[in-house]
T-cell receptor, first 116, second 116 residues
Framework: AQTVTQSQPEMSVQEAETVTLSCTYD???????LFWYKQPPSRQMILVIR??????QNATENRFSVNFQKAAKSFSLKISDSQLGDAAMYFCAYRTANSGNTPLVFGKGTRLSVIA | GAVVSQHPSRVICKSGTSVKIECRSLDFQATTMFWYRQFPKQSLMLMAT?????????EQGVEKDKFLINHASLTLSTLTVTSAHPEDSSFYIC????????????FGSGTRLTVV
């Protein structure tokens, strides 16, 4: 079974600075998707960024980018120019690409605080 | 984009009563619905997976007679907490997958259930 590990329960960053959230995963599959979800105090799950395992290029969405190291099974999220609105719980998630209706496997999350 | 409407957002019920939570896909056909439970400051815990027209598949340890899931149509799935007790108080989130949603899943906004 696949597992996702987020080793940082809490992180903090100064406003306008850069922070990196770590995520590692374990799988025997070669084709899969990885995601970062943000859960603000409203508790709505918001997709931040996704990465297809077959793509070597790291995904980027505005201030958010990932460092995908397939061999090391690592998928970290970098937030640049941090803003107060980035404060939230961040979950790393895995999904197999072999079937469209299998559930996401979530890490335990990292709570990010942004200091003004 | 794909939207899932979840209702109610908050509900308080008396111990022993039943509560129904609805998730509707507004602009796509949700062939699969995932139901999660989330305790404070914790990750999402998968409770069950339901495919339209089929019986739900429950995760180990989840009481299927207590948490009734119905997915009778491609746009509506319901979770009924039967004979609710205070320990059932939690945050419940649905997440839908449908044809055309090739990557991530769309989440409902969640329901905070309080049993008194």
């Amino acid at each position: 079974a696949q597992t996702v590990t987020q080793s940082q329960p809490e992180m903090s960053v100064q406003e306008a600075e850069t922070v990196t959230l770590s995520c590692t995963y374990d799988t025997s599959e070669s084709d899969y998707y990885l995601f970062w979800y943000k859960q603000p105090p409203s508790r709505q799950m918001i997709l931040v960024i996704r990465q297809e395992a077959y793509k070597q290029q790291n995904a980027t969405e505005n201030r958010f980018s990932v460092n995908f190291q397939k061999a090391a099974k690592s998928f970290s999220l970098k937030i640049s120019d941090s803003q107060l609105g980035d404060a939230a719980m961040y979950f790393c998630a895995y999904r197999t690409a072999n079937s469209g209706n299998t559930p996401l496997v979530f890490g335990k999350g990292t709570r990010l605080s942004v200091i003004a | 984009g794909a939207v899932v409407s979840q209702h109610p957002s908050r509900v308080i019920c008396k111990s022993g009563t039943s509560v129904k939570i609805e998730c509707r896909s507004l602009d796509f056909q949700a062939t699969t619905m995932f139901w999660y439970r989330q305790f404070p400051k914790q990750s999402l815990m998968l409770m069950a997976t339901s495919n339209e027209g089929s019986k739900a598949t429950y995760e180990q340890g989840v009481e299927k007679d207590k948490f009734l899931i119905n997915h009778a149509s491609l746009t509506l799935s319901t979770l009924t907490v039967t004979s609710a007790h205070p320990e059932d108080s939690s945050f419940y989130i649905c997440s839908a997958w449908g044809r055309g949603l090739y990557y991530g899943y769309t989440f409902g906004s969640g329901t905070r259930l309080t049993v008194v």
